[in-house]
């Protein structure tokens, strides 16, 4: 199985900054896609940002956007502007076998500070 | 619109019982995926399916079942409930293959004793 690595198990930023999370994946397969997925307190889990493999330009969605190194196998997301919304779990999680599964990354939880 | 609906919230099971969970969907997705969440832990795939009658193994697989009779339906069950199955477990659906987002349910919260 492929594995999605995310190395910060807690984060903070203070309201307005901007702050980065890490996700490192594990693939041999040469089609795949990335996620970052957000979990709040009420355990929804949102789409945040979705990036194709074979795009090397990197994904953006207002205020957050990705930072895609497909030979380091890393897949980064950078909150702009943080906002105490923001504050929740966030799962990093790839594509495996031709895209039929999804795996998901350990979570980071991100904290905002007013 | 309702999306993905899972059905119980929150159960308590105590060793050797069985249970189904449903989860329902109203998009006419054809991807249907049951995952599990452990404490501080991402989701793990159980098992998913392509599309109505058919169903496949994730990463988890072991002492659960699932069935997709109807397309817009994906049952979970457990035969003997073990303590070890203690997790908030989610459904999720996908119009195609997981290149497109998945839609996830709000959980179920099942607790064995």
């Not at chain 1, 493999?53 to 380091?72: C, D, G, L, W």
């Not at chain 2, 069950?77 to 996830?104: D, R």
Request: hydrophobic share 30%; glycine share 8%.
């Amino acid at each position: 199985a492929q594995t999605v690595t995310q190395s910060q198990p807690e984060m903070s930023v203070q309201e307005a900054e901007t702050v980065t999370l890490s996700c490192t994946y594990d693939t041999s397969e040469s089609d795949y896609y990335l996620f970052w997925y957000k979990q709040p307190p009420s355990r929804q889990m949102i789409l945040v940002i979705r990036q194709e493999a074979y795009k090397q330009q990197n994904a953006t969605e207002n205020r957050f956007s990705v930072n895609f190194q497909k030979a380091a196998k890393s897949f980064s997301l950078k909150i702009s502007d943080s906002q105490l919304g923001d504050a929740a779990m966030y799962f990093c999680a790839q594509t495996e076998d031709a895209g039929n599964m999804l795996t998901f990354g350990g979570g980071t939880r991100l904290m905002v500070k007013p | 619109n309702a999306g993905v609906t899972q059905t119980p919230k929150f159960r308590v099971l105590k060793t050797g019982q069985s249970m189904t969970l449903l989860c329902a969907q109203d998009m006419n997705h054809e991807y249907m995926y049951w995952y599990r969440q452990d404490p501080g832990m991402g989701l793990r795939l159980i098992h998913y399916s392509v599309g109505e009658g058919t169903t496949a193994k994730g990463e988890v697989p072991d002492g659960y079942n699932v069935s997709r009779l109807k397309k817009q339906n994906f049952l979970l069950g457990l035969e003997s409930a073990a303590p070890s199955q203690t997790s908030v477990y989610f459904c999720a659906s996908s119009y195609s293959k997981a290149g497109q987002p998945q839609h996830f349910g709000d959980g179920t919260r099942l607790s064995i004793l």
